[in-house]
């Protein structure tokens, strides 16, 4: 599908994720309401739209709503107009599982939101006369991130001088940049992927507190401003990190933009906030 000429909207367009995919495509559509697409009649929805909250206690009636209902509304408008749909999972539904996380392994999600997800999947897949491909982006992070996320939190306490409290960071993870992740998630409308599920992601597998020294030093900061004085979560997963070989072979997908890049790009964007 062509893009420059193809009819493309995007749900949760005024997120994080979203909001890139939206500024990739010049002349697309955003909107969160799914009668938008009967409306609209797109060759293309990408459907990013949806509460994240990964915590264990978070209230399950919202996920469902937010994430099941939601993802379920729009797949069903987009069977009704014949659009193409990219339904974005989330690495999460792999939760405690073995790593490298792989497409063809049974979910394993550990909250209400990983469970939705993991649940919204297997029924958009299950829709006859749907074209979809779910697409799981693994841990994004850039410019535009809000919430106490990691990268952003630690980009602010390194530039303001300020302690920063985390565990002792000894658990890795795969980090990748926000345009990286909405690159792939459009190269997702090929044909090639129709049906299946693909891991989005390839970023570098760092541990976190090395991440978080980075950071310190990208800013000019006092590495011994980190303190690792919280205690290791409860049901901490060790590594989380994706197989993300069909993403490459299928689609040609790989990441650009390295880490130190990244981080540089997303410390200046934070940097111009304060």
Known sequence: MDLSSAAVLVTGSGGFIGGEVLRQVPGALGSRDPAAIRRERPDLVIHCASPVDPSRDADDDAMRAGVLELSLAVAEACRAVDARLVHVGTCEEYGDGPAPFHEDQPPRPVSPY???????????LALEG??????????????????????????????????????????????????????????????????????????PEVRVIDLVRRIFELCDADPERIRTVRPQRSGEVPRFVGDHRRARDLLGHRPRVDLDEGLARTIEALRCEA
């Open 114 to 124: 990983s469970r939705w997800k993991a649940e919204a999947t297997r029924r958009v």
């Open 130 to 203: 749907l074209r979809v491909t779910v697409a799981r982006p693994f841990l994004t992070y850039g410019p535009g991130q809000r919430g106490p996320r990691l990268i952003p939190s630690a980009i602010r306490a390194a530039l303001a001088g300020h302690d920063f409290d985390m565990t002792p960071g000894t658990q890795t993870r795969e980090v990748n940049f926000v345009e990286d992740i909405a690159r792939g998630l459009l190269a997702c409308r090929s044909e090639a992927v129709i049906g299946r599920i693909v891991n989005i992601g390839g970023g």
